[in-house]
C-alpha cells in the first residue's frame, strides 16, 4: 500500500533532520540555508495538502495556540529590532555615528534599528523560523503513534552511525572530518562537527534516545515468562544497548567535561520519567539507572583519561569562562528590555570586550545559550520564548500521568530539553542547527503524544495515499 501523504512528508522530514549532521552540524551558512529551504517547502507541501484535502492536522490549534502565540511574537519582536524604522529613541546609537561618517550611504531603516547587527539578525530569524517549523511539522506528522517511534529510532541510528564514523576516525587517527583535515580539537571525537562540545550535546540526546528504547523494550508486561524475558533482552533491548555504549564511548572520547554532565543530567531525568510515567517500576528504575552508571563508570576508567586531565587544567579557561559571562552580564544591563537584536552577539561582544579576556580567541557565542538570548532579545522576549518551552515540556510531563501508553515519546522530549538546557549554561550545542532541528522534532513528537486518543484527534484512516505508480 502507498504510504498516506502525512507517512510519506514526515519520512521527508526525518531525512532533512538526520542528515543535518553531515555538513558539519549545518553550521555553515549553505547548510543552514539548505535545511531552512527544505522545511520550508515540506511547510508548503504540508499546508498545500489540507487545503486539498489529502491530509489532516490531528492537533487542533486550541492545542497549540499558547506556543504558536508566544513563539510568533518572539519572531516579530526580531523582526522589528531587525528592519528599522522604529521609534528613535529605541535604536542603537551606534546608528547615529553610522548616520553621520556614511551620511546617503547608510542603508534605510539602519538609523533606527535596535540590533547592532541587522544582517546577522535575518540570519538568525531564518534559522529559528525553521526550527519552530520542525516543531510545526513533527506535532502534527508525530501525532500517529507509528511515526512517533519511526522519528526516535531514526535519530537513535543516526546518533549511532555518526558515533561510528567519530569513533573509527578518532582510533585511526586520521584526524580528518569528512574529506578535510581538522583544523581544531585535534585528539577530540568530533564526528561531522567541528566543535567537541557540540558534537557531545547531540551524541547526548542521542544516547537518551537509544537508552529509552531500550529500556522500553525490558518494561513490565502482565505475564511475563522466562523465555518471554529472554526474547525482549536479545530482540528488543540488545540493538539498543550496544548502540548506548558506541554513542556513550564517543561521547566519552568527545573530551567535553560540559556535554558529560549534561548527559547524566538528561539520564537522571530520563529514569525519573520512566518511573513517573509508569514505564519502569521504582525498583526497576533503580536497577537501569545503577547499571548506566556502572557501565558508565567503566567505560570512564577505560577511556576518561582525556576528559579528566581537561578536568584537572582548566583554571585558566574557568577564568576566562568568568570574565566572559561578566562582560555579557555588563551588556546585558546596558538594554536589559529590548537587547541588542537576534544574533548580534558577535558584534556586542566586540564593542564590550575589555583586557580581562587575554586569550586571543574570537567569541562566537557567549557560551550561555541562556545569557546570549538576554543580551539579543531582552528580558521580555526571552520569557516569552521560555514560556512557549515551558508550555511544551509541562504538557509532555502531564502526558507522562495521562497516557496509559506511549509515554516513552514525552519522557524523551522532556530528557532532551534538560541535557540541552543544562549544557545551555556553559556552551552552545544546541545553537547548531543540526542539534537544534533535533531537538525541535523530539519536542514536537513528544508534545503530540501527550494526550490519549480518546481525548483528541486520532490520526485519520481516510489520509488519501500517494497514487500507486502506473509504471
Given at each position: ?23 558539519l ?16 517547502l ?11 484535502g ?32 522604529g ?12 548616520a553621520?561618517?556614511?551620511?546617503p550611504?547608510?542603508?534605510i531603516?539602519r538609523?533606527?534599528?535596535?540590533s ?6 535575518w540570519?538568525?530569524l ?5 526550527y ?16 512517533a ?5 531514526a535519530?537513535?541510528?543516526?546518533a ?45 540526546v ?9 529500556m ?9 515468562r ?17 548502540g ?12 567535553s567535561r ?7 543530567i ?24 545503577a ?5 558508565g ?7 576518561g ?10 583554571n585558566?579557561e ?16 546596558d ?17 564590550y ?30 520569557a516569552?520564548?521560555?514560556f ?6 509541562g ?16 519522557a524523551?522530549a ?22 537544534a ?13 501527550s ?5 483528541h ?15
Open positions: 500500500m502507498a504510504p498516506s501523504y502525512n507517512s510519506a512528508l514526515f519520512r521527508w522530514l526525518l531525512l532533512v533532520v538526520v542528515l543535518a549532521p553531515l555538513p552540524g549545518s553550521h555553515r551558512p549553505w547548510a543552514w540555508s539548505l535545511l531552512a529551504t527544505a522545511v520550508g515540506l511547510l508548503v507541501i504540508w499546508g498545500a495538502g489540507v487545503l486539498l489529502r491530509a489532516r492536522a490531528p492537533v487542533s490549534l486550541g492545542r497549540l495556540w499558547p506556543v504558536a502565540l508566544a513563539f510568533v511574537t518572539v519572531l516579530l519582536w526580531a523582526v522589528f529590532q531587525t528592519a528599522g524604522g521609534w528613535a529613541d529605541l535604536h542603537h546609537p551606534i546608528w547615529d555615528e553610522a553621520t561618517a556614511l551620511g550611504q547608510l542603508p531603516g538609523n533606527s534599528a535596535i547592532m547587527d541587522p544582517t546577522a539578525g540570519t538568525a531564518l534559522k529559528l523560523t525553521a519552530g517549523g520542525i516543531f510545526w511539522l513533527a506535532t502534527q506528522l508525530g501525532r500517529d503513534r507509528l511515526r517511534r519511526q522519528a526516535v529510532i535519530t537513535t541510528v543516526a549511532i552511525a555518526y558515533s561510528t564514523y567519530g569513533l573509527v576516525v578518532h582510533f585511526s587517527g586520521w584526524d580528518t572530518i569528512l574529506w578535510m583535515k581538522k583544523w581544531a580539537y585535534l585528539g577530540d571525537l568530533t564526528a561531522t562537527f567541528v566543535n567537541r562540545n557540540a558534537f557531545g550535546g547531540y551524541a547526548g542521542g544516547l537518551l534516545c537509544c537508552l529509552a528504547l531500550a522500553h523494550g525490558l518494561r513490565p508486561r502482565e505475564e511475563r522466562a523465555h518471554d524475558l529472554a526474547e525482549d533482552l536479545l530482540v528488543r533491548a540488545a540493538p539498543f544497548i550496544v548506548s555504549l558506541v554513542i556513550g564511548l564517543a561521547l566519552l572520547l568527545s573530551h560540559g556535554a558529560l554532565a549534561a548527559s547524566l538528561g539520564i537522571l531525568t530520563l529514569v525519573a520519567c520512566f518511573a513517573v510515567g509508569r514505564l519502569l517500576r521504582p525498583k526497576a528504575a533503580v536497577v537501569a539507572l547499571l548506566i552508571v556502572a557501565a563508570v567503566v567505560s570512564f576508567l577505560l577511556y583519561d582525556g576528559t579528566l586531565m581537561r578536568a584537572l587544567t582548566a585558566d574557568f577564568a576566562d569562562r568568568e570574565n566572559l559571562y561578566r562582560v555579557v552580564m555588563a551588556a546585558i544591563g538594554a536589559p528590555l529590548t537587547g541588542f537584536g537576534l544574533g548580534s552577539f558577535p558584534a556586542v561582544f566586540a564593542l570586550r575589555d583586557g580581562t579576556l587575554l586569550a586571543p580567541v574570537t567569541y562566537e557565542f557567549a557560551h550561555s545559550v541562556h545569557l546570549e538570548l538576554l543580551l539579543e532579545l531582552g528580558w521580555p522576549a526571552t516569552l520564548l521560555y512557549a518551552f515551558a508550555w511544551i515540556l504538557t509532555c510531563v502531564a502526558g507522562l500521568f495521562r497516557r496509559q501508553r506511549d509515554q516513552l515519546y514525552p524523551i522532556i530528557a532532551s530539553a534538560a541535557l540541552l538546557g543544562a549544557h545551555g549554561v556553559v556552551d552552545f550545542s544546541v545553537q547548531m542547527p543540526a542539534t532541528a533535533l531537538l525541535a522534532l523530539l519536542l514536537g513528537v513528544g508534545y503530540a503524544q494526550w490519549s486518543t480518546g481525548g484527534v486520532a490520526p485519520s484512516p481516510a489520509e488519501q495515499p500517494f497514487p500507486a505508480s502506473s509504471g
